[in-house]
């Protein structure tokens, strides 16, 4: 997007039809082996991630200026604004064409953009302690998104924002109804599970390019943020076939996203928030098992812990400042009634949290107790019990981080939308057949949460 009196670069030269192929196909290449490229005015993704940013402004400035409703409507679930951004004429356009003539097409065509369910996601942002103002601002800066190639067999599109705190992803239409009809019970577990370790959606979007181009899109918080120091990335699915990816050379910045094989021999070292940990799988397992979707990811990095970090969380200090992020009733996403969020009475199995804060009989006597009402915090020990609550660390991404005794790391679950379908029942045939004695990803969903419960307990001391 333009920036008043800031000058641009001159326009790269014209080139051939033959150079620019071969052009294109070295970044694209360079790509794959940096993992992370920023979409500048030379990247095919340009003028799409510009509109993007121009309509998202829009729609958080609506947010901005419209507070978080305290009771969630089915209206508000149901809700779809789109806003329609018309070319830019005049003055504005002539300067835009004589400094990147290039982009000129991105400004000199109508857009719009819709966005679902607006309010729900606005009350969810907030409840995370992320104001509308710094969301605008790392969604809509006048820095470049980052490109995310990952080794995923996805055909989606990965765009991260340039702090890294938010990544945006391309969602076919099918995902997004499953996403939109299900945010009801999505919410309502988040509000009994405020520390659930589920990716936090932030936002669904569509996208309107004239004549025909459109793109659905998700907002999501980075399980993986900060990263800079974090010097290895997992994805986990619990089981063996095509689950290998080559490291990265020893001292290199390519960034390599490593999976189940990667790992073995290696261990989540968290002592007594082990049992946080485990039940916390648990559950979040358990709700997806019922959604019958399966083939999501156990997102899983670490980075070493420095001296001084490990005393400050011991600190009298940091603790009174931990315990009131943990309990505080604003850190629970959507705290107030949600209307019509049924799934199963039976939320999960009955927590058991090592927090630290509780005797072993306190926990007995926790499966005992039910959540209290809705737009209620963890006012006491059995509530803080009931909802599974964890001490959480003072840092910026707190529902995704956990601190052991020598490392720092960093879990949540993603890819939600695989529904069990006659397609992944024909699938799970095939690879029984091709596998015949080796653990593949796609099983059914009770395997599937069974399996990646027992890789979490077997992988963790």
């Known amino acids: 997007m333009e920036t008043p009196g800031r000058l641009q670069p001159p326009p790269p030269p014209q080139r051939s ?34 509109r993007m940013k121009e309509g998202l402004a829009a729609a958080i400035h609506t947010s901005t200026h419209t507070p978080p409703a305290n009771d969630l409507s089915d209206d508000d679930f149901r809700s779809k604004v789109t806003q329609v951004h018309k070319v830019r004429s005049g003055r504005q356009a002539v300067i835009v064409a004589l400094r990147r003539p290039r982009q000129f097409a991105v400004f000199v065509q109508d857009f719009s953009l819709e966005t679902f369910g607006g309010p729900v996601f606005a009350a969810l942002r907030a409840s995370l302690g992320i104001t509308e103002d710094e969301y605008l601002q790392s969604l809509c800066s006048e820095s470049c998104y ?59 979007h569509r996208i309107r390019i004239p004549p ?21 990335r997992y994805d986990i699915k619990g089981c063996q076939v095509s689950r290998w990816t080559d490291p990265a050379p020893e001292g290199s910045q390519i960034i390599v996203v490593l999976k189940d094989l990667n790992f073995e021999g290696q261990f989540i070292t968290l002592e007594r928030q082990r049992s946080w940990l485990v039940q916390q799988v648990e559950i979040d397992t358990s709700f997806l098992e019922r959604l019958n979707v399966l083939d999501y990811s156990l997102l899983l990095a670490h980075q070493p812990l420095h001296h001084d970090e490990r005393n400050q969380n011991l600190s009298f200090a940091s603790l009174i400042v931990r315990t009131k992020k943990s309990v505080n009733p604003g850190s629970s996403p959507i705290h107030a009634e949600v209307p019509g969020a049924v799934l ?97 990803s796609t099983v059914s969903p009770q395997e599937y949460s069974g399996r990646l419960r027992r890789w979490v307990q077997n992988h963790t001391d």
């Open 17 to 50: 039809g033959t150079a620019k192929r071969r052009r294109w196909g070295g970044l694209r290449q360079q790509w794959k082996l940096l993992g992370l490229f920023e979409i500048d005015q030379q990247h095919d993704f340009y003028g799409l991630t510009c």
């Open 146 to 204: 980052l490109q995310f190639i990952s080794n995923s067999k996805s055909k989606a599109d990965f765009f991260l924002t340039n702090d890294k705190r938010f990544f945006l992803k391309t969602q076919n239409k099918r995902e997004i109804k499953f996403l939109l009809s299900n945010l009801k019970i999505y919410v309502e577990h988040l509000r009994k599970f405020p520390h659930s370790l589920l990716v936090k959606f932030l936002g669904v």
């Open 212 to 232: 025909s181009r459109k793109k659905y899109f998700i907002v999501m918080q980075s399980v993986f943020y900060p990263d800079e120091r974090i010097n290895a």
């Open 344 to 440: 199963n009475e039976d939320a999960g199995p009955s927590p058991e949290p090592d927090s630290g804060l509780t005797s072993s009989q306190d926990r007995d006597d926790s499966s005992r107790t039910s959540p209290r009402p809705a737009g209620s915090g963890a006012d006491s020990p059995d509530d803080f019990r009931a909802q599974n609550r964890r001490l959480l660390p003072n840092l910026k991404n707190p529902l995704h981080v956990i601190d052991g005794p020598e490392q720092r790391y960093f879990i949540g679950i993603i890819d939600v939308f695989t529904v069990y379908g006659l397609k992944k029942r024909l699938e799970h045939l095939w690879k029984s057949l091709r596998h015949h004695g080796r653990s593949f």
